[in-house]
């Protein structure tokens, strides 16, 4: 699976450096705003996730379990792998939701099959791992707030940098990767916030969500509380 993502997002990025090169475009500034989508970058990070997963089970570098019959992947993996699932979860929510009906401008056209891979069959594997991935590892619940650092940033770095970057394609003297992020819609600002914190109250959900099931079913499972 993380080959499969790496390999949509380079044949996305290839298309993407290579139309804009054809029409006279900035390069390196669609190269940045490329790497700006959260779709990009959940990707990228789910698909390391996944091959250092795959990496530590094939090594054999595991860490036992207090009864030592049951073996558990690291702390760190553990927190990194209810991160990426989050985020690609969130992922294909927001595009299958609110993203895949919306016209883009002639020529920017995604890749087919690089777009089910990233909005909808990526998303669906870590979904299905959050529930038959092996190994895994109780996270206490402090974690979350691990969990939704990443996108915290992201969503300050796209309202700053938005302003500050000029469209490539349109000319106009800003960029937003979405446009439910950007203050210049109908909408205005009121729509940007009231998005930001529904999405922000999907990702609690969604990262609490996670860490649940991972207290439920992950090894060493926390002491019950006593009364």
């Not at 401008?105 to 099959?113: D, L, R």
């Amino acid at each position: 699976m993380a080959v499969v993502i790496l390999a949509a997002v380079i044949a996305q990025l290839s298309k993407s450096l290579g139309t804009a090169a054809a029409d006279g475009r900035d390069v390196a500034t669609v190269f940045a705003n490329f790497f700006s989508f959260f779709t990009i970058l959940s990707n990228v990070l789910a698909a390391i996730v996944l091959l250092w997963a795959a990496l530590w089970l094939w090594t054999g570098r595991r860490t036992s379990a207090p009864s030592g019959d049951a073996k558990v992947e690291p702390t760190g993996l553990a927190v990194a792998m209810a991160s990426v699932s989050t985020y690609m979860i969130i992922t294909g929510i927001v595009y299958n939701a609110l993203l895949r009906s919306i016209v883009l401008p002639q020529g920017s056209e995604p890749i087919f099959w690089s777009n089910e891979v990233l909005h909808l069959v990526a998303p669906l594997f870590l979904l299905a791992d959050v529930f038959v991935g092996p190994a895994r590892r109780s996270l206490p619940w402090s974690r979350l707030a691990v969990v939704i650092a990443f996108p915290i940033a992201w969503v300050v770095y796209t309202l700053v940098r938005g302003p500050l970057v000029i469209n490539p394609a349109s000319g106009v003297p800003y960029w937003y990767p979405y446009p439910f992020l950007d203050p210049n819609g109908a909408g205005g600002w009121p729509s940007v916030v009231l998005y930001v914190v529904l999405i922000s109250v999907a990702f609690l959900v969604v990262g609490s969500f996670v860490i649940w099931w991972r207290r439920r079913t992950g090894l060493p499972r926390p002491a019950p509380t006593r009364t």
